[in-house]
């Protein structure tokens, strides 16, 4: 995947100062308290420096903007900048935790809301976020964020009188670019169709890509492919393995209600929820990629 472009960061960080006075009218409108996030910073960051950047448990808010519903974006808070904000909220001292993130639920929607007000303003159109999650957790990225190489982060103050903290938003380069209001070089998502197959050529970028290769898109359709979903990991040591007996509990690096990730031919492709149909489980999909991503992981397969 192409890198993204410095100019694209000094832009999105033009308008970082607008973005976050909104935030900070928002969430001191919506917790009854004064609120200020500010000195906002924005650089590139590695994905794959990430979880072990944020490998203890933070409070992740992930939510999508309804005209970009395939790319998730999140907003990073650690424990002690959770407990600062929750505290001043609820008037009292709190310990970091997925209840007390649900507590203090209005106010983080605030945030979202906020950026979406101050994007509304900046491109004279209307902004929506979806699909907000709040969970407390070590960092899982969303699909679309894990596979991209490169992440735009911006890191911002949060002052709340005494108290201060600090919340991280990552986003992909689509998601920059829409709120830039900027059309996205489609030069990479012209590339899976290139890998599927040797006879696949396709010209010009985007959606016109797509209908000219339907063609010899439809040759590979009925080809099997094999499904399946990971819970987890552990890693054992070989005497803890030999050890195992029936009834032994394997522990594994997921925690409940965390979202599954479904594999096709051994690539992630999307994450889910386990639901019960009948005697059957099943995966409801909340991540996933978009349809030339999809394609792109079948090629890397191939």
């Known amino acids: 995947m192409a890198s993204i472009p410095t ?3 000094a832009q999105i960080q033009a308008v970082q100062d607008q973005i976050w006075q909104a935030v900070s009218q928002s969430v001191s409108e ?22 072990a950047e944020f490998a203890e448990p933070l409070l992740v808010v992930q939510f999508s903007f309804t005209d970009l519903p395939g790319n998730p974006q999140v907003l990073l808070m650690g424990a002690s900048s959770l407990e600062s904000l929750a505290g001043n909220i609820l008037n009292e001292e709190v310990t970091a935790s997925e209840n007390v993130a649900t507590d203090v639920r209005p106010s983080l929607e605030a945030i979202v809301q906020g950026i979406c007000l101050a994007i509304t303003n900046l491109r004279e159109s209307p902004f929506v976020a979806s699909g907000l999650t709040l969970r407390f957790q070590p960092l899982a990225l969303p699909v679309n964020l894990e596979q991209s190489e490169e992440l735009v982060r911006t890191q911002v103050k949060i002052t ?20 830039l209001g900027l059309q996205q070089v489609e030069e990479e998502r012209v590339a899976p169709f290139q890998q599927i197959e040797g006879g ?11 209908g000219e290769g339907e063609g010899s898109i439809e040759l590979i359709l009925d080809i099997p492919l094999e499904i399946s979903v990971e819970l987890g990991r552990v890693k054992m040591l070989v005497k803890e393995v030999i050890e195992l007996s029936t009834g032994s509990i394997v522990e594994i690096d997921k925690a409940a209600g ?13 994450r889910g929820e386990v639901v019960v149909i009948e005697d059957n489980f099943g995966v409801r999909i909340t991540e996933i990629l978009n349809p030339h991503e999809r394609l792109n992981r079948l090629g890397e397969v191939a």
Do not use: C, Y
Not at 32 to 46: D, M, N, R, S, Y
């Open 160 to 179: 709340m009188g005494e108290d201060s903290g600090l919340i991280t938003w990552l986003a992909d380069s689509d998601t920059i670019h829409l709120v």
């Open 7 to 9: 100019e694209l960061v």
């Open 200 to 210: 696949l050529s396709t010209q010009g970028a985007g959606r016109s890509s797509l």
């Open 30 to 51: 919506a917790g009854k308290i004064t609120a200020t996030f500010g000195e906002a910073q924005t650089a590139l960051t590695k994905s794959a420096d990430l979880p």
């Open 258 to 270: 965390e979202p599954v990730d479904v594999m096709v031919n051994g690539r992630l492709v999307a």
